[in-house]
């Protein structure tokens, strides 16, 4: 089985250890797709298809721009050739071995597997409530039990993928409920799944579901998803990390600190987007309170491993159950380092 690695500008020298890792700890082949990114990235991409001649090859989707990330999906589904479409975010890292991902699918009888939720996800903000408005990357089944999977990693059978592809005329783009064909907006209606937006892939995933194929999340401990490296290299890049820094400044300050307590109406435009408090405060929290903060630490922590310097302080977050994961997450990305990049 192929595995597509998607990359993005900037973002191949914090990222060529993760591939070394998957080599290492798996049978797959990878082909590691260039989106937009820059000639020393591709550079960089090259050198470690040269290290793993027989395992990792090397797509150049794009140079002059980044496509978006539904365009690119598109084109490798379209192109690819095997029983299983499969691809992963680039910053996926393996920590040990991985199981035979084909006998689980075959096993399972399933047209869709998803896995590798970013470390900055509750296990409870997965779930997507009927009174939500979007369908997010990060809501992997529906309050009635529907597996409407992710984009982090996914594995598909080939046929049934491009049968819906073709039959709906869809993609894996993501679209507003009104940019969708009548008899499309007809089918969503009936499983109640009308809402206002539909992230990458989650038209696709709902139309399986909608045709009774299997699907399932499925957890790998084998596998430690950061999620985000590329936007947070890319903000660092536009000058954003300064503004950034700024805003975290302001944001603590206790005369703003009291004001947001007290006027939580106030706190975000998010409250202009999302008129459900549940669905507002997910979406607060995994974008301004955790995800921001935790792709940003691991860059810290390459950056500092690298020059061979004082490692960063684990952030100081109010979830337990974030911060378990990013110790832990911590401890396996050193050792990943440490081995494999070199």
């Given at each position: 089985?192929?595995?597509?690695?998607?990359?993005?500008r900037?973002?191949?020298?914090?990222?060529?250890?993760?591939?070394?890792s998957l080599?290492?700890?798996?049978?797959?082949?990878?082909?590691?797709?260039?989106?937009?990114?820059?000639?020393?990235?591709?550079?960089?991409?090259k050198?470690?298809?040269?290290?793993?001649?027989?395992?990792?090859?090397?797509?150049?989707?794009?140079?002059k721009?980044?496509?978006?990330?539904?365009?690119?999906?598109d084109?490798?589904?379209?192109?690819?050739?095997?029983?299983?479409f499969?691809f992963?975010?680039?910053?996926?890292?393996?920590?040990?071995?991985?199981?035979?991902l084909?006998?689980?699918?075959n096993?399972?009888?399933?047209?869709?597997?998803?896995s590798?939720?970013?470390?900055?996800?509750?296990?409870?903000?997965?779930t997507?409530l009927?009174?939500?408005?979007?369908?997010?990357?990060?809501?992997?089944r529906t309050?009635?039990?529907?597996c409407?999977?992710?984009?982090?990693?996914?594995?598909?059978?080939?046929?049934h993928?491009?049968?819906?592809?073709?039959?709906?005329?869809?993609?894996f783009?993501?679209?507003?409920?009104n940019?969708?064909a009548?008899?499309?907006?007809?089918?969503?209606?009936?499983?109640?799944?009308?809402?206002?937006?539909?992230?990458?892939?989650?038209?696709?995933?709902i139309?399986l579901?909608?045709?009774d194929?299997?699907m399932?999340n499925?957890?790998?401990?084998?596998?430690?998803?950061?999620g985000?490296?590329?936007?947070?290299?890319?903000?660092?890049?536009?000058?954003?990390?300064l503004?950034?820094?700024?805003?975290?400044f302001?944001?603590?300050?206790?005369?703003v600190k009291?004001?947001?307590n007290n006027?939580?109406?106030?706190?975000?435009?998010?409250h202009?987007?999302?008129?459900?408090?549940?669905?507002?405060?997910?979406?607060?929290?995994?974008?301004?309170v955790y995800?921001?903060?935790?792709?940003?630490?691991?860059?810290?922590?390459?950056?500092a491993?690298?020059?061979k310097?004082?490692?960063?302080?684990?952030?100081?977050?109010?979830?337990?159950?974030?911060?378990?994961?990013?110790?832990?997450?911590?401890?396996q990305?050193?050792l990943a380092?440490?081995?494999?990049?070199?």
């Open positions: 089985m192929t595995i597509y690695i998607i990359y993005t900037g973002s191949v020298r914090y990222l060529r250890f993760f591939a070394k080599v290492s700890f798996s049978n797959y082949n990878y082909r590691l797709v260039a989106n937009g990114c820059s000639a020393n990235d591709i550079a960089h991409l050198e470690l298809c040269r290290e793993y001649p027989d395992r990792l090859y090397l797509d150049v989707i794009s140079k721009v980044v496509l978006p990330h539904g365009e690119v999906l084109s490798l589904a379209l192109a690819h050739s095997e029983r299983y499969c992963m975010d680039s910053d996926i890292f393996a920590t040990v071995y991985l199981p035979d084909e006998a689980l699918m096993a399972n009888q399933l047209s869709a597997m998803f590798a939720m970013p470390l900055w996800v509750k296990q409870e903000h997965e997507m009927n009174e939500f408005n979007e369908i997010i990357g990060t809501f992997n309050e009635n039990d529907i409407i999977g992710g984009t982090y990693f996914a594995i598909y059978n080939h046929e993928l491009l049968s819906v592809i073709r039959d709906f005329e869809v993609s783009d993501s679209f507003f409920f940019q969708l009548e008899p499309l907006q007809k089918v969503l209606t009936s499983l109640n799944l009308n809402k206002r937006l539909y992230d990458t892939g989650k038209i696709i995933n139309l579901a909608h045709r194929r299997k399932d499925i957890h790998l401990p084998q596998l430690c998803h950061i985000g490296t590329s936007f947070e290299v890319q903000n660092r890049y536009r000058g954003f990390f503004l950034k820094k700024l805003k975290s302001v944001a603590n300050l206790t005369i009291r004001f947001r006027r939580p109406d106030n706190i975000s435009l998010l202009k987007r999302y008129t459900s408090q549940r669905e507002f405060q997910i979406n607060y929290e995994q974008r301004i995800r921001d903060v935790v792709r940003g630490y691991f860059l810290e922590l390459f950056c491993l690298s020059k310097s004082k490692l960063p302080e684990l952030p100081k977050l109010a979830s337990a159950e974030i911060l378990k994961k990013i110790e832990t997450g911590r401890e990305y050193i380092f440490e081995k494999f990049n070199r």
